[in-house]
């Protein structure tokens, strides 16, 4: 009878322990139910109707039994998923955020650009509250810009609203130094201090958009970058060197290979930004049988056909789009603020007055392969959302109407489109979501970060960022068509924060309960400089000689 007794009492305590903690007391004291919606959990597969108990930003039981609270949503034919993450974020602005979130989006990161000084940035968002959840790395293209372009006084954090304009800036002198100068030994020391400095701040790797500065960045200086982050176990988040121009068929493979060994030597986690040129398929398998042998490492996409850039971009000059790739501008470059594409002519004048211009890239290829991006394991969905920015190139204040954005429709619509993608191409629902928000926190949380280890599922305990849609409507509005770029999704009514409706009935509510996804910051930092007499030592039998500086490291690019 007693075992029983205790037996019964351990099962009565195991069933409140899995379905929360329920007493009659607490029922009341729910700040949000969301009652008779699909509940659908990545993680653990868990996939029926049940209602979903929140209080102080967390889910706090998932139960069948009838619950009520503060606030009540009745989710009867929509899907409760994890709310989507998204790591190539660059919609660091309020108008683009509003977006976002519109679009399911719950945490948004520019894991690509970064920003930097991250602390700064960190704190301007912590004043000013943020919508949904937000994170950034250590960008490396900036701190090229301090040491390689010191002619520049360059005020407060920079991150994506500003990094085209301070990197247009700095062709000023003629020499566009963060992008074409190679750094000395001691250059390089004074970039991955930087980096470094942040990353003991809590950055959350750092970011490498190298096709941007691809004959800048030399092999090593991307090596010690990576080997900079991977002192603290976080990621590098690679735009490859020879993305959005890559010779087929060989380029950007060779651009993963660069920067895949080196992440396996170093054993850190690696990010590679939108896998969408030709042989993604090559880099999906290295991806996959590296996973395979332990590695952290994974690939995102976008799923759209064409790509966005600034039209001063490196890969975009005559001899690598035309004469290299064979693309016409008047087929490949669209100008969203005049709804056109733009002759060669126009281009080039184009890059003279306005460098830091937005332009949308036409890529054919890209629409027979998109619905094989739909199906690939760890392959996760991420925007490359660009700044909310107006026709006449502005940023647009929070308010504004979102027919008055003129840019990407990736930035509005990412994630609906794969959801109706996913629907139209009969993948099953679990793993688009998989694709949109588990594997991401899966992976991210693997590098350490205790803030995506507790997102990215729907189970108690973890925190309560939900998406709710209706699976049967979830459609993407945004076009590449003027005034149609910006358009909030069909079929997302609701998006939870922390606990808090930001989306109510599709409509956003002017409410911040962002929190900042960032690492602690450590009491010491971690970096080693460069120092030849330190290499040989560590890397030769170092026979005791006269040693000359000869690597040509140190050589400048002559104008
Ligand atoms: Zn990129």
Redesign the pocket.
């Known amino acids: 009878m007693k075992v029983q007794r205790t037996l019964a009492m351990a099962l009565a305590i195991s069933f409140v322990a899995t379905v929360g903690i329920v007493t009659a007391a607490d029922a009341q004291d729910y700040d949000l139910v969301i009652t008779n919606g699909r509940v659908m959990d990545p993680e653990t597969m868990y996939d029926d109707v049940a209602n979903v108990g929140i209080k102080d930003s967390r889910i706090v039981v998932i139960t069948k039994d009838k619950i009520s609270g503060k606030e009540t949503i009745d989710a009867t034919g929509l899907v409760v998923a994890p709310g989507f993450i998204d790591t190539?974020f660059h919609a660091v602005d309020p108008f683009a955020s509003k977006m976002a979130v519109a679009d399911g989006i719950t945490t948004g990161m520019d894991l690509?650009a970064g920003a930097s000084p991250v602390g700064e940035w960190y704190a301007q968002r912590e004043k000013t509250g943020w919508q949904i959840n937000y994170g950034t790395t250590s960008s490396l293209a900036v701190a090229r810009l301090r040491v390689h372009d010191p002619e520049l006084t360059i005020i407060g954090p920079v991150d994506a609203t500003t990094l085209f304009d301070w990197g247009g800036k700095a062709g000023a002198d003629g020499v566009v130094g963060w992008s074409v100068t190679r750094s000395s030994i001691e250059q390089m020391n004074q970039i991955m201090t930087m980096l470094d400095e942040e990353l003991r701040q809590g950055a959350l790797g750092i970011g490498a958009?190298i096709?941007y500065m691809q004959r800048g960045v030399i092999s090593y200086e991307l090596f010690e970058a990576q080997r900079t982050a991977a002192r603290y176990g976080r990621l590098t988040s690679v735009?490859t060197r020879y993305?959005l121009n890559s010779q087929t068929p060989t380029e950007a493979p060779i651009a993963l290979d660069e920067v895949l060994a080196n992440a396996m030597v170093l054993r850190a986690p690696l990010l590679l930004?939108?896998d969408n040129d030709y042989g993604w398929w090559e880099n999906e398998e290295k991806l996959q049988l590296a996973r395979t042998q332990g590695y952290n490492v994974w690939g995102e996409y976008y799923p759209f056909a064409a790509g966005s850039t600034l039209i001063s971009a490196d890969f975009l000059r005559p001899d690598l789009w035309e004469d290299a790739n064979g693309y016409k501008y008047e087929e490949t470059v669209y100008d969203p603020t005049v709804d056109k594409f733009l002759t060669k002519d126009e281009y080039l004048q184009a890059v003279q007055e306005t460098p830091g211009k937005t332009v949308v890239i036409h890529l054919p290829p890209r629409q027979r392969w998109l619905k094989y991006w739909l199906t690939i394991p760890h392959m996760v969905v991420a925007s490359?959302a660009m700044t909310g920015l107006g026709r006449d190139g502005t940023l647009l204040p929070w308010e504004a109407d979102p027919s008055e954005y003129a840019g990407h429709p990736r930035t509005a619509g990412s994630y609906s489109m794969t959801l109706q993608l996913g629907r139209e191409n009969g993948v099953p629902l679990m793993f688009t979501l998989s694709q949109l928000s588990y594997w991401t926190a899966k992976h991210l949380g693997d590098t350490g970060l205790e803030a995506m280890r507790e997102r990215g599922r729907v189970q108690v305990g973890k925190v309560a960022d939900l998406t709710l849609f209706n699976p049967e409507t979830v459609a993407a509005r945004a076009t590449y068509k003027a005034g149609e770029n910006g358009l909030p999704p069909a079929g997302i009514p609701y998006v939870i924060v922390n606990g808090t409706i930001v989306v109510m009935e599709g409509e956003v509510l002017p409410v911040k309960p962002g929190q900042p996804i960032r690492f602690p910051t450590e009491p010491k930092g971690r970096f080693q400089a460069l120092d030849l007499n330190k290499w040989l030592g560590e890397h030769s039998i170092n026979v005791p000689q006269t040693h000359v500086d000869d690597t040509g490291a140190g050589a400048q690019i002559k104008k």
């Open positions: 190539h690509e958009p096709a735009h993305h930004a939108h490359d």
